[in-house]
């Protein structure tokens, strides 16, 4: 099964080891899901990892190799406007290019569509159900 994980469930799992977004990346790590991930995706965690929580430049190197290493790497070739919030609209464009069939979040403008084209939107509690 293939799966896009919104920022805010890797924020919770760099921050918050051992909670549910951890026990999500480790269904990556395990092989159960394969995890499609875009640039953009990886540059708005560093930004979030950089403003919020004031990683140094190495901490985000180091951050940056491990997503970029932990799923596939996709380059969306369009830009969406579905959504206001313009990250946001990163996760979709991530999801269509690389063919998920899910994408995890948390964020309620997102859950609100339940579904873009062919891929579910689902929470972290639901994914870890699956």
Do not use: Q, W
Not at 6 to 33: C, E, Q
Not at 84 to 96: F, G, T
Not at 101 to 116: E, P, S, Y
């Amino acid at each position: 099964m293939r799966v896009v994980f919104d920022t805010n469930i890797f924020i919770s799992a760099l921050t918050f080891p051992g909670g549910n977004a951890d026990a999500a990346i480790m269904r990556i790590v395990n092989g159960d899901a394969t995890l499609v991930i875009s640039r953009e995706i990886i540059d708005e965690i560093l930004t979030v990892l950089a403003r919020k929580f004031s990683k140094d430049a190495e901490a985000l190197s180091r951050v940056a190799v491990n997503l970029a290493g932990l799923g596939e790497l996709v380059h969306p070739a369009g830009r969406l406007t579905v959504l206001e919030d313009e990250a946001d609209n990163r996760i979709l464009e991530c999801a269509v290019e690389g063919n998920a069939a899910l994408i995890v979040t948390g964020d309620k403008a997102i859950l609100m569509l339940k579904r873009h084209r062919n891929i579910k939107i689902i929470t972290l509690s639901d994914f870890l159900k699956y």
